[in-house]
């Protein structure tokens, strides 16, 4: 079955720090997609990335980069110089294109809090 | 730019009442969808929809119930309130061909503490 994981429940970085939040998935898939969600304390769900399972190539987005190594079913992202408004929980998601219609099947969360 | 517009932000109920939790978006997406927020369970997926008049179970349906009239509107119904469905419920859209592999766009959430 389709399996999402998460293994920090929290870390806590001071600011400026770099800090990588991991994320291992299970699949039975040849094709899928990965995705990182950020929650940050008002509550809202914002989009980060979309990965697809033939595109292992690293993504870079300012201080944001993904790692995406199908050899271990990984998909880590790092914050390089972490800052206070990266604190809020991560969510990484992979599509369940299993049957006719997607889903999506989140991890955990990791919460992150970033100190001043 | 409205997006997911879900009502209320807030709630609070007393054991076996009933309530709908509003949800519209006006991007003319046909796959929409529910899920419940849990600490430590990450979101799960109650209900979605791939189109009007069409919906289906997702991985915790059980005292919730959906309808599609509209493509706008993903409407969600519970029953008869229980401790165990105080959660937070996002409401999600998606403009992929019946939600496969795309991303969603996420209303602000309710947050519901039933008593």
């Known amino acids: 079955a389709q399996k999402v994981t998460q293994a920090q429940t929290e870390i806590s970085v001071v600011e400026k720090e770099d800090v990588t939040l991991d994320c291992v998935y299970e699949t039975r898939d040849t094709t899928y997609y990965l995705f990182w969600y950020k929650q940050p304390p008002s509550g809202e769900l914002v989009f980060l990335i979309r990965?697809?399972?033939?595109?292992?190539q690293n993504e870079i987005s300012g201080r944001y980069s993904w790692n995406f190594q199908k050899s271990t079913s990984s998909f880590n992202f790092t914050i390089t110089a972490s800052q206070v408004v990266d604190s809020a929980v991560y969510f990484c998601a992979l599509s369940d294109l299993s049957g006719n219609t997607g889903k999506l099947i989140f991890g955990q969360g990791t919460t992150l809090q970033v100190k001043p | 730019n409205a997006g997911v517009t879900q009502t209320p932000k807030f709630q609070v109920l007393k054991t076996g009442q009933s309530m709908t939790l509003q949800c519209a978006q006006d991007?003319?997406?046909?796959?929409m969808s529910w899920y419940r927020q849990d600490p430590g369970m990450g979101l799960r997926l109650i209900h979605y929809?791939?189109?009007?008049?069409?919906?289906d179970q997702g991985e915790v349906p059980n005292g919730y119930n959906v309808s599609r009239s509209t493509t706008e509107d993903f409407p969600l119904r519970l029953l008869s309130a229980a401790p165990s469905q105080t959660s937070v419920y996002f409401c999600a859209s998606s403009y992929g061909v019946r939600g496969r592999g795309e991303k969603l766009f996420f209303g602000s959430g309710t947050q519901l503490s039933v008593l």
């Open positions: 990965r697809n399972s033939f595109d292992e």
């Open positions: 929809s791939v189109g009007a008049g069409i919906t």
């Open positions: 991007m003319n997406h046909e796959y």
